[in-house]
Every structure is written in C-alpha cells, then in structure tokens.
C-alpha cells in the first residue's frame, strides 16, 4: 500500500474519533524504522515501516502534533535519518538521547516543551518497559511489534479514547461530589 493510500486511510480512522489527542510521540528504533540507529552509519539511505510515513502525514494534516521520544546512545544518526527521510520539520518536539529512565525524563521535556497534558498524549513504542514506565504518567501508551501500523493507529486512539471518557466521568463525579459538599457547609441546603 502506498504512502497516499495509507494517508488516507489513517485520515478516515481519525475521522472516526471525537475525541482526538493534542499530541501522538513516536519512539524511533522499531517503531517508525525496523533497525537500531547505533547499529548502523550516517552515509545509509533509511527506511521507514509501510505505514509510518502516511501515519505521520495524517496526524499533522489532522492537526495533531507529533513529538519523537528516543532513548538512542546516538541522536546524531537519529537527527540525519529523520533528514534523509524528509521528516524532521514534522515535528514539534524531539527528544532523542540515552537515558535509564525508561523516557519519563524524555516525557518530562516533551511537556515543558509543548505545555501538552500526558493524559492528552498518545505515545508508541515497541519495549514494554517504556510503556509501563510511560503509561503511569497519564499517557495512553501502545506496544507495537513490527512498526507502527494503521492497526496500532486504530488501538490507540480506541485506548486513548476510552481513557479520557473515563476521567472526564472521574472529573464529574469529583466535580459534582465537591460542588455538594460546598453548598451544604453553607447552611442552606434544604434536606
């Protein structure tokens, strides 16, 4: 499937959610390509995964910003991949150097970079150690195997969706437990 086709069809399974992400980040190393950047060298032309391209184009013409969350030991062949594939101005914010925190600390910047909320994130990466770690900060978190993929796309934002339904209804019941108990300290709540 080409890169328009699979543009396409991501538009239309975005199309399908009402509640959308500000911000999708992508890890790098098998997750947008199918190799690790330090095992290769800065002279090689890279590819990406079938979808990854069309994904990316479709999140920004939708207008959802995409960030880079990379924990590579070296960001410089990272940055000339990104380049070589003509991808690198799509991104708002990229955070690629090693790191033992498991990407908080790549989360961390990413937010006081983009002022973007982690429950308002939705973040792709193929080590299930990330996503753990990740997910606990509020950010709806996908496991990827072979690339990310119009099927992860979908996965995503179902789980991002049903996410933020859940703590809009844990906000409204806060909400509504507070406003009650607001009124009744003040003595004229007719029960």
């Given at each position: 499937?080409?890169?328009?086709?699979?543009?396409?069809?991501?538009?239309?399974?975005?199309?399908?959610?009402?509640?959308?992400?500000?911000?999708?980040?992508?890890?790098?190393?098998?997750?947008?390509?199918?190799?690790?950047?330090?095992?290769?060298?800065?002279?090689?032309?890279?590819?990406?995964?079938?979808?990854?391209?069309?994904?990316?184009?479709?999140?920004?013409?939708?207008?959802?910003?995409?960030?880079?969350?990379?924990?590579?030991?070296?960001?410089?062949?990272?940055?000339?991949?990104?380049?070589?594939?003509?991808i690198d101005s799509i991104f708002v914010a990229k955070e690629i150097f090693s790191s033992w925190t498991h990407k908080t600390d790549h989360f961390q910047r990413i937010h006081s970079r983009t002022a973007v909320p982690?429950?308002?994130?939705?973040?792709?990466?193929?080590?299930?150690?990330?996503?753990?770690?990740?997910?606990?900060?509020?950010?709806?978190?996908?496991?990827?195997?072979?690339?990310?993929?119009?099927?992860?796309?979908?996965?995503?934002?179902?789980?991002?969706?049903?996410?933020?339904?859940?703590?809009?209804?844990?906000?409204?019941?806060?909400?509504?437990?507070?406003?009650?108990?607001?009124?009744?300290?003040?003595?004229?709540?007719?029960?």
């Open positions: 499937m080409g890169e328009e086709k699979v543009k396409e069809e991501a538009m239309q399974i975005i199309g399908m959610f009402q509640v959308l992400p500000r911000l999708v980040v992508f890890d790098l190393d098998y997750t947008l390509w199918p190799f690790y950047c330090e095992c290769r060298s800065k002279r090689e032309m890279p590819s990406m995964y079938p979808n990854a391209k069309g994904i990316l184009h479709a999140l920004k013409d939708k207008g959802i910003d995409v960030a880079v969350a990379s924990r590579s030991p070296t960001p410089d062949i990272a940055n000339t991949f990104l380049h070589k594939l003509s982690f429950n308002s994130m939705l973040f792709f990466d193929d080590e299930d150690r990330n996503i753990q770690s990740v997910s606990k900060m509020g950010v709806t978190s996908i496991l990827v195997g072979k690339g990310v993929n119009l099927g992860a796309l979908r996965q995503g934002l179902t789980k991002f969706s049903q996410n933020w339904s859940t703590s809009e209804k844990n906000k409204q019941k806060w909400q509504t437990k507070f406003s009650k108990k607001s009124n009744s300290s003040e003595g004229n709540d007719p029960e």
